[in-house]
């Protein structure tokens, strides 16, 4: 599901070797701050590592000197969790027609885009796919969403719904008792409606991209 895909880094980061990590990110960026510094911890990882196989340090330095790269690890983590955007290579329907099945991996990601004056901690990019929230959303435009629950929302706020099904609506909402009107911007959009047993996640659509 798409709220899997949150930890990604984190998740890298914690249960794989440094070294994993950091090429992950040298292979995941374009040249940047970033990868620079990626490909300079990296760098400094392999050396210790044969510095340490050659007996020219001991256990005690060696600890410590892991010790800063993997702090300098963690600084690039955090750059990555604000500044990157996931973009998924799924798209939310602005239409009637149930949206596309998807399986979504973390390698499967279709781009990160650089959001340097955004936090883009915990959120995704999804793709517009139609017309029915025209004019504000246009087809092949990339949203910015967020995790959020229905009652969060309000009925001017757009949101991706996601189905147990799988399928992806991008929609303005309105519950009613146990069911969710999804509505369109675009007039020529007749409203429909879902049982709240079908909803999986709600995605609050924070801004174009």
Same mark, same amino acid.
């Given at each position: 599901? =798409?709220?899997?895909?949150?930890?990604?880094?984190?998740?890298?980061?914690?249960? *794989?070797?440094?070294?994993?990590?950091?090429?992950?990110?040298?292979?995941?960026?374009?040249?940047?701050?970033?990868?620079?510094?990626?490909?300079?911890?990296?760098? /400094?990882?392999?050396?210790?590592?044969?510095?340490?196989?050659?007996?020219? =340090? !001991?256990? $005690?330095?060696?600890?410590?000197?892991?010790?800063?790269?993997?702090? *300098?690890?963690?600084?690039?983590?955090?750059?990555? #969790?604000? #500044?990157?955007?996931?973009?998924?290579?799924?798209?939310?329907?602005?239409?009637?027609?149930? $949206?596309?099945?998807?399986?979504?991996?973390?390698?499967?990601?279709? !781009?990160? /885009?650089?959001?340097?004056? /955004? #936090?883009?901690?915990?959120?995704?990019?999804?793709?517009?796919?139609? !017309?029915?929230?025209?004019?504000?959303?246009? !087809? $092949?435009?990339?949203?910015?969403?967020?995790?959020?629950?229905?009652?969060?929302?309000?009925? /001017?706020?757009?949101?991706?719904?996601?189905?147990?099904?799988?399928?992806?609506?991008?929609?303005?909402?309105?519950?009613?008792?146990?069911?969710?009107?999804?509505?369109?911007? #675009?007039?020529?959009?007749?409203?429909?409606?879902?049982?709240?047993?079908? =909803?999986?996640?709600?995605?609050?659509?924070?801004?174009?991209?």
């Amino acid at each position: 599901m =798409i709220k899997g895909l949150i930890p990604y880094w984190q998740t890298l980061f914690a249960e *794989s070797p440094l070294s994993k990590f950091l090429k992950e990110v040298i292979n995941s960026f374009d040249e940047d701050e970033i990868t620079s510094d990626a490909v300079m911890q990296l760098h /400094r990882f392999t050396q210790l590592a044969e510095l340490r196989k050659e007996g020219v =340090i !001991d256990s $005690g330095d060696y600890i410590q000197r892991l010790s800063e790269i993997s702090n *300098s690890g963690k600084e690039i983590l955090k750059k990555i #969790n604000e #500044n990157y955007l996931p973009i998924l290579p799924i798209k939310a329907v602005a239409g009637l027609e149930s $949206g596309p099945h998807y399986t979504v991996e973390y390698h499967d990601i279709e !781009d990160w /885009r650089h959001l340097p004056k /955004r #936090n883009s901690n915990k959120k995704v990019g999804i793709r517009v796919d139609g !017309d029915s929230m025209n004019p504000i959303y246009e !087809d $092949g435009d990339v949203i910015m969403c967020k995790k959020a629950v229905i009652e969060e929302i309000t009925e /001017r706020q757009a949101v991706i719904v996601v189905c147990k099904d799988n399928s992806i609506f991008l929609k303005n909402i309105k519950k009613e008792g146990s069911k969710l009107w999804l509505k369109s911007l #675009n007039p020529a959009f007749e409203p429909f409606q879902l049982h709240l047993r079908e =909803i999986l996640e709600i995605w609050a659509v924070e801004t174009k991209v």
